[in-house]
């Protein structure tokens, strides 16, 4: 209740002898709350609330610069207080991709968000946003055994087994690391897509943004965690995004299925670090709300891994905590 009263007291100096409502908005998985302000005269804005002690605005800044000279619908910048971590921005509205995606809208709204990607990736240079290297990524991988095998399921690695995995990890980690890189969104999904009555999308909670390998928002938008479609589909899709994409100039491989494959080991890296998140947000933040969508994350991971055989002891671990253990022995 602090923090909100700062922000009262913020918004009233703002704007001395306006009358002002203020109501919850979303919250993410992070520290970061939103709120909608409206205004007496209809007008709404968001306040982006995020204590300096746990999270900076900065970079969320620095990214909403880079994105926004892009013709990107990403919100306005109103007003802001660094130093308490107060943002005040433009209102994209409430209503989620998620929200209006059906069989009929996809195709369309799809569309939007591949031409709204690749206007971003056409702008990517390094030296400009955090590179996504081995460590981060390799990171980001570790959370899966850490927090989905030994907390959630309790399954506790040997050495050996440690090792093994981490050989796997190596193999994906060198198909992602050999993709050019462009600027990732990082969570470019259906849930940070706002649908809007023009300039589809508006795009949200980009903060994290690096230079990464170029498949890996296509992978966090057709290998959505919070809605699934058949394979055939997103596929058609992945196919679009690359035809647009080479007539952009932007350096996807020349070879179709050569980029297929590097999108789908991309978007297992992004999976098994997503099972790892959850798990946290659960185990650790108290944040139930994200167990729900295990099982889809742990299909796709399933599915990609039965493809490769370089893949398979995943797939082993993941039967081992599912009680699917084969008769012969857990090896790898």
């Not at 804005?45 to 610069?65: F, K, N, T, Y």
């Not at 023009?198 to 919070?226: E, T």
């Not at 995004?241 to 080991?265: C, I």
Request: glycine residues 6%; negative net charge; proline residues 5%.
């Amino acid at each position: 209740m602090e923090r909100q009263q700062q922000i009262i007291d913020w918004l009233t100096a703002l704007w001395p002898g306006r009358q002002f409502s203020l109501l919850p908005a979303s919250a993410d998985a992070s520290f970061r709350r939103y709120f909608r302000v409206t205004l007496d005269d209809g007008s709404t804005a968001i306040v982006m609330d995020a204590p300096p002690a746990v999270e900076d605005c900065r970079p969320w800044l620095h990214v909403q610069q880079l994105f926004s000279v892009t013709g990107a619908h990403v919100p306005s910048i109103l007003a802001q207080d660094i130093e308490r971590g107060f943002l005040l921005l433009s209102d994209l509205g409430s209503t989620t991709y998620l929200s209006r995606l059906t069989a009929d809208t996809a195709p369309t709204m799809y569309g939007d968000a591949i031409t709204a990607l690749i206007k971003i990736q056409q702008v990517s240079r390094p030296g400009v946003l955090p590179d996504y290297d081995h460590a981060l990524l390799k990171r980001e991988l570790d959370l899966f055994p850490a927090w989905y095998l030994a907390r959630h399921h309790q399954l506790t690695l040997t050495d050996t087994l440690r090792a093994e995995l981490d050989t796997v990890f190596e193999r994906i980690l060198v198909v992602n690391l050999a993709e050019p890189r462009v600027f990732v969104h990082r969570d470019y999904h259906s849930r940070n897509l706002m649908h809007l009555t023009s300039a589809n999308p508006g795009i949200i909670d980009f903060q994290d943004a690096v230079y990464g390998p170029i498949s890996y928002d296509v992978a966090s938008l057709f290998k959505d965690a919070y809605i699934t479609w058949d394979e055939e589909t997103t596929l058609d899709w992945l196919v679009r995004y690359w035809d647009q994409a080479r007539k952009a100039g932007l350096p996807v491989a020349t070879d179709f299925a050569l980029f297929h494959r590097s999108y789908e080991w991309m978007g297992l890296q992004r999976h098994l670090k997503v099972l790892g998140i959850f798990a946290r947000l659960y185990h650790r933040d108290g944040k139930d709300g994200y167990l729900k969508d295990l099982p889809v994350v742990e299909q796709y991971v399933r599915k990609t891994c039965e493809r490769y055989a370089g893949l398979k002891p995943i797939l082993k671990l993941l039967d081992q905590v599912s009680g699917q253990v084969q008769r012969d022995g857990y090896t790898f």
